[in-house]
């Protein structure tokens, strides 16, 4: 990654925690035992590592409890993820993106440059971008980005407020048993390992609608109103229906780390963010968008 670019991606921010050490490096190295000092002082080196002010922190700057240092996260040799998003709008406050499967939202673990975030920053030259929602790396499907910090909070009030109107689409196992339209609510809370989630008895947190659409013998296109937005609420919830989506790595049944961590390319998570709807808070004009990606049952072996 260049710097000029990294440089244009926000930083990762850190206050610094109790302890004796001499310096931020000695502080930095303690914290993050995985990145190695030579890296930190690299990072150093090339101005990488700031204060809250945006001084540039070097390798002998004294250790101070609370102290808040910002730096940029730098992954080597990232793979590329060989799918290519789409822009469908950009206007002054909002851009509205087509991601691919596979292509994380915004950086995380081992991906910093290959990321939805980090692709438009590049391909539109605005730094101020800001997904107002995520969506899972391994779903497809629409992402609403702010690009304007002045309405930014209006924007991101649809959400929070449940102001907008999401559809997503999913192949999975036909279920014929059931009555539809049929409302899914359950409690929704971590799972072990720590990345899964998992019903539980209590009140619910989740909702999801959930409506049959084409029918092909043993699978379905399942139409999916997910009211509320938890972790991977719609996985969870068609998982416990009976119809784990297609081709997920995660529920119903965990695959073995091999397996789930090296992506098929061949065999996507049938899980498409479809379309967005809402009331725009700036215009008062009914907003809708519809993703152009479609999902395979050909994909479902």
């Given at each position: 990654?260049?710097?000029?670019?990294?440089?244009?991606?926000?930083?990762s921010?850190?206050?610094?925690?109790?302890?004796?050490?001499?310096?931020?490096?000695?502080?930095?190295?303690?914290?993050?035992?995985?990145?190695?000092?030579?890296?930190?002082?690299?990072?150093?080196?090339?101005?990488?590592?700031?204060?809250?002010e945006?001084?540039?922190?070097?390798?002998?700057?004294?250790?101070?409890?609370?102290?808040?240092?910002?730096?940029?996260?730098?992954?080597?040799?990232?793979?590329?993820?060989?799918?290519?998003?789409?822009?469908?709008?950009?206007?002054?406050?909002?851009?509205?993106?087509?991601?691919?499967?596979?292509?994380?939202?915004?950086?995380?673990?081992?991906?910093?440059?290959?990321?939805?975030?980090?692709?438009?920053?590049r391909?539109?030259?605005?730094?101020?971008?800001?997904?107002?929602?995520?969506?899972?790396?391994?779903?497809?499907?629409?992402?609403l980005?702010?690009?304007?910090?002045a309405?930014?909070?209006?924007?991101?009030?649809?959400?929070?407020?449940?102001?907008?109107?999401?559809?997503?689409?999913?192949?999975?196992?036909?279920?014929?048993?059931?009555?539809?339209?049929?409302?899914?609510?359950?409690?929704?809370?971590?799972?072990?390992?720590?990345?899964?989630?998992?019903?539980?008895?209590g009140?619910?947190?989740s909702?999801?609608?959930?409506?049959p659409?084409?029918?092909?013998?043993?699978?379905?296109?399942?139409?999916?109103?997910?009211?509320?937005?938890?972790t991977?609420?719609?996985?969870?919830?068609?998982?416990?229906?009976?119809?784990?989506?297609?081709?997920?790595?995660?529920?119903?049944?965990?695959?073995?780390?091999?397996?789930?961590?090296?992506?098929?390319?061949?065999?996507?998570?049938?899980?498409?963010?479809?379309?967005?709807n809402f009331v725009?808070?700036?215009?008062?004009?009914?907003?809708?968008f519809?993703?152009?990606?479609?999902?395979?049952?050909?994909?479902?072996?």
């Amino acid at each position: 990654m260049s710097d000029a670019f990294a440089a244009s991606l926000r930083p990762s921010v850190l206050h610094l925690p109790r302890g004796d050490w001499r310096t931020v490096l000695d502080c930095l190295c303690a914290h993050f035992p995985a990145i190695g000092r030579e890296i930190w002082l690299e990072r150093m080196r090339r101005g990488r590592v700031l204060d809250g002010e945006g001084n540039v922190l070097g390798p002998e700057y004294p250790y101070r409890e609370a102290l808040r240092v910002h730096y940029f996260r730098e992954v080597a040799a990232e793979t590329p993820i060989p799918f290519a998003e789409a822009v469908l709008h950009a206007d002054d406050h909002l851009v509205v993106a087509d991601k691919p499967h596979f292509l994380p939202v915004a950086p995380v673990g081992e991906y910093v440059e290959q990321t939805l975030l980090a692709r438009l920053v590049r391909r539109l030259g605005n730094p101020d971008l800001v997904p107002l929602h995520r969506i899972d790396r391994l779903t497809a499907g629409l992402v609403l980005f702010s690009c304007n910090r002045a309405s930014r909070g209006r924007y991101q009030a649809l959400f929070r407020e449940r102001r907008i109107r999401k559809v997503y689409a999913a192949i999975a196992p036909a279920l014929p048993g059931l009555s539809f339209p049929l409302l899914r609510r359950s409690r929704l809370v971590k799972g072990e390992p720590f990345f899964l989630m998992r019903e539980a008895e209590g009140e619910p947190n989740s909702e999801t609608r959930v409506e049959p659409g084409e029918r092909r013998g043993a699978l379905w296109r399942y139409v999916l109103h997910p009211v509320t937005g938890k972790t991977h609420q719609l996985r969870v919830h068609m998982a416990a229906l009976g119809a784990g989506i297609c081709n997920d790595p995660l529920y119903p049944r965990l695959l073995e780390r091999s397996r789930r961590e090296i992506d098929d390319y061949c065999r996507p998570l049938q899980l498409l963010a479809q379309s967005l709807n809402f009331v725009d808070p700036l215009s008062g004009r009914e907003r809708c968008f519809d993703s152009c990606l479609a999902l395979d049952f050909d994909a479902c072996r």
